[in-house]
């Protein structure tokens, strides 16, 4: 019973993951009255990013695409009653599942501020419950030189002026003791564009990890970076205090991959093993993952034979599906029951392996919003 329970969780959250929510336009102010922002699609970041973090079933957490259109999903979100969103199946005119939102912190008002005048929410942001987040540098060579990644939208978040180009340590600790105080803040992601210079953004990380943990020693971190040619910086980054890391390939797919990121397809995938070999060295087990976007065309199968080989590195593929920027991308739509077959390989794999991502320490696999690998590792 157990089990069928566990499997019936992973299911219905690649379904949220990969289909999204529509909102009811008759719904708007009730929606908003609930606490939730009508901001349709991502306006920044990469991968999954946007959307409202729900939770549903024994308290899984999801990251779900909010859509103003209803030809994207089948599933609306209606009404709050009791605490919880009625989800709607309007395929088989079934309730499909309670959400309960995850409601934004205090701090994300405009009046905390950091000493130096910043809006606390463009220093860092909740992920989940308690995933504290933030780009420290918020450009990226591949946009300067007209080669960023097609699902990429880090410097959109500048543009629009959500967020300020570069961080500090002191901003970061204020936010974290913000965040803390509301009980949100158990481990944190830190991520960057990729720098310029030869380190590729490393040095700026080393000081961002030393102040952090200066006056925060017991957070676990996570840092994530694209493969570096001199490996010792991957030392540097543990010896600064990361306790997790995520070297990102996104896509397996050779062709794909030229196509989707033409900067950074640049980066032979014999480095990206190097960098995840001497990670894993460096980090310990289960320490070191690489996101995995899917619905860009890629085969299935040859997905499966490509999983494979990271994952008999030691290394944890965070798969999710690629979620579109209105106006900027319009990604088709990853079907349900292909993702799930991903899913239980990986999870069957890593199992075989003794890659478990649930003893990942911090950042987006802890987190787990935005992918249902976790609970894919679960039903094995």
Known sequence: MLKKKINTIFEKKTELLCNGLFLDENLVEHYLKQGIEIDFGRKGGAGPSGGRYFLFEDNTLVNVALWDNSDRTPLVLGEQKG?????????????????RLVKNPDFYDPSYMTTDGIPMKKIALIHGIDCLSSTIYQKCVYWACG???????????LESGSTIL?????QMNEVITAAKKENRCSHMTLTSG????????VNRYVEMLRGIKKENPDLPLHVQIEPLNDLTLID???DAGADTIGIHIEILDDKIRNKMTPGKAHIPYQSFEDNWTRAIDIFGKNQVESYILTGLGESPDELIKDLERIISIGVIPFITPVRSIPGKTNFPKMEVPTLIRIYREAAI????????????KAGCVKCGGCSAINEAYKTI
Do not use: Y
């Open 83 to 99: 605490g919880n969103f009625q989800i709607f199946n309007n395929k088989n005119e079934e309730v499909f599942a309670d959400l």
């Open 147 to 157: 080669e960023a990644c097609k699902f990429c939208g880090v410097e959109l978040s």
């Open 166 to 170: 570069e961080k500090n340590a002191n």
């Open 194 to 201: 990729t720098d310029f210079t030869p380190d590729k953004g």
């Open 236 to 238: 540097q980054l543990k």
């Open 349 to 360: 794999m890593m199992k075989a392996r003794g890659v478990n991502p649930l003893d990942h």
